[in-house]
């Protein structure tokens, strides 16, 4: 049964009704997933009866970088798609955890349809789903290695956050799940990990947080910096960017993916050995808290990664001098 939709979208610069957001199916976007596009989070705060976007600027920056190494030129800037995304949040007055996707797509084939070709209406929609966290966040996961690799920078590059990269996700989410998994680490083309289907990975080994560097066939995650930088300054743990065994997952203390739709999950066991004790390891939890403290504007000193939705509507402009 479908789901109840939100009452709005956003396409090429308008905020639409839902079901209007719509592709023609011989755009190159809607038949070839050739695009890019964002995950972000918002989280609503009762206190103070806002919503907060959680590191806007960084993913509208990722965005701008995916859009040049493919390029796909679109009659927007990303700081128009940014605001288009606030337009669209308040627009459907979301009061709760929303996750939302701006995607920039190649049109329809210039020549003959031909959509590897130059095309024609090219353009960005966006859409914002509410989205609870799950209990997996607390109970953790069960993972398998993948069967299958990671995509490389040499062929379809993992640092561009494309929508036909998540056809490598797709195959080994789907393997973990028809083989009794809930999801799958995938090895890079050397044989160490790069990441989950839609999140990145860190481990914990002899109280350091350890987590693959940028080259190891990972995308560029904004929840990973986010983590890295909130142990090291908040929790005062080492953290070591270096390549991961499989092996290592076997024998690590704790292991959990990260990513703004994800978040912190922990992982409780790998190819069913129990990593740790078999449940959510005492820094993973730490982690969640600074993570969840800072991501609903509970923490202080990081404001700055935060974007009210709805306080620019709520304060009256400012005076004019006459
Ligand atoms: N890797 C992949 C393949 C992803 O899809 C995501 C989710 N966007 C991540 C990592 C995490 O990235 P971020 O923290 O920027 O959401």
Known sequence: ????????????????????????????????GSNV???VRAYWNAAHEELFVFRHEEHLQR???????MRLEVPYTVRQIGQ????LLRANGFREDVHFIPVAYFGMGAHHFNALGPTVDNGV??????????????NGVAACVASWRRISDDTVPPRLKAGANYQNSRLAQTEARVDGYDTAIILNARGTVAE?????????RDGRL????VTAGILESITRTTLMELAARELGLPVVEREIDRTELYVADEVFM??????????????????????RGAVTRRIQDVYFAAARGELPGYRGWLTPVYAAVREPAPARSA
Not at 127 to 138: D, E
């Open 1 to 32: 049964m479908a789901e109840p939709t939100p009452a709005y979208a956003w396409m090429n610069g308008k905020v639409i009704p839902w079901a209007e957001c719509v592709l023609h199916g011989r755009t190159a976007g809607a038949f070839m």
């Open 196 to 204: 989950g289907p839609g999140a990145c990975l860190m481990m914990v």
């Open 125 to 138: 929609y966006i859409t914002a789903v509410p989205w609870p966290q799950p209990a997996a966040l607390w």
């Open 84 to 87: 288009g995304a606030l337009d």
């Open 63 to 69: 965005l701008g970088r995916s859009l040049k190494t």
């Open 37 to 39: 596009f964002e995950g």
């Open 210 to 213: 350890v987590t693959p560097p």
């Open 258 to 279: 990260c990513g703004s739709g994800l978040e912190v999950l922990p992982i409780t066991s790998v190819d069913r050995l129990p990593v740790g004790d078999g449940a």
